[in-house]
């Protein structure tokens, strides 16, 4: 009886383990998530590495996100419809255009995307690698985010048909071109940046462009060098508004007090 018994168990449990081997095989294989993964790109060495030289960027999906290492990356990105391309360590990257480009050039294009993002980097033009265009917007919404820009002939930041997203904790001084461009129909968000010495050169018309048209939202930036003519373009309502949410520190009422909260930062 011992004998029968332990035979029956022994075909109980052989049969349960045979029916759930089946089971694990025919169970479909987990989801994996497309486009979702982060992409970290490294530079091997100044210049020698590119960030979408292997097409990590070209080849990302709507969701995912470009990581970029500190180091000097010497190309024109082309960013793309939902993708985020950020420097792991904030201005540790550093964007030049590559030696073939022209200084009419910009090092970053967004052309008819949404929803992309730009952020953490450095762009720079020096005599030995010129920069025309820092970052190029053309019917898009793209956030641009902590970015530093200096050295760009034509203009740092030039937003045309800009439908969504806009500027934001950025650092944009010396250009010798203006430090932004906001072309009519444009309708950017600019907030919480500096804008110190842009406008430099004897061509510059102005150290900002704000086109007939434009219909930005400027709040908490502080304007050097900048003067309240180059708001004329906007309304009445508009133009006292960026007057008074916004640091003017070489107009006369900023020198004469230190107001603790952006409003009346010039006099009206």
């Known amino acids: 009886m011992v004998r029968i018994a332990l035979v029956a168990l022994l075909a109980i449990v052989t049969t ?38 292997a097409k990590r960027l070209s080849r990302a999906q709507p969701g995912s996100q470009v990581v970029v290492e500190p180091g000097e990356y010497r190309e024109r990105l082309v960013l793309k419809d939902g993708v985020r391309v950020i420097s792991r360590v904030p201005r540790g990257a550093t964007i030049r255009l590559p030696g073939a480009a022209s200084e009419a050039d910009p090092a970053v ?43 760009a002939l034509t203009v740092a930041i030039d937003l045309n048909q800009m439908a969504g997203g806009g500027v ?10 203006p430090a932004l461009a906001i072309r009519s129909g444009a309708s950017p968000r600019i907030a919480h940046n500096v804008f110190a010495r842009n406008g430099l050169s004897e061509r510059a018309q102005a150290s900002l462009i ?31 508004s960026v007057m ?25």
């Open 16 to 53: 349960l383990a045979v029916l759930r081997w089946r089971s694990v095989l025919a169970a479909p294989p987990a989801p994996t998530a497309v486009g979702a993964a982060d992409v970290n790109v490294r530079s091997r060495r100044r210049s020698t590495h590119g960030i979408d030289r």
């Open 210 to 240: 704000i086109e007939d048209g434009a219909e930005p939202s400027i709040v908490g930036n502080v304007f050097q060098g900048v003067t309240p003519k180059v708001f004329q373009s906007l309304s009445d309502a508009a133009r006292l």
């Open 244 to 268: 008074r949410e916004n640091w003017f520190p070489d107009g006369p009422a900023s020198r004469a007090t230190t107001p603790a909260s952006p409003r009346g930062r010039q006099g009206r």
């Open 168 to 177: 934001t904790g950025s650092d944009i001084h010396d250009n010798p071109g």
């Open 109 to 151: 294009v967004a052309a008819d995307v949404s929803n992309a993002e730009f952020a953490g980097f450095r762009i720079i033009g020096d005599a030995a690698t010129p920069l025309g265009t820092g970052v190029l917007v053309k019917g898009a919404s793209v956030s641009i985010v902590d970015v530093e820009i200096s050295g």
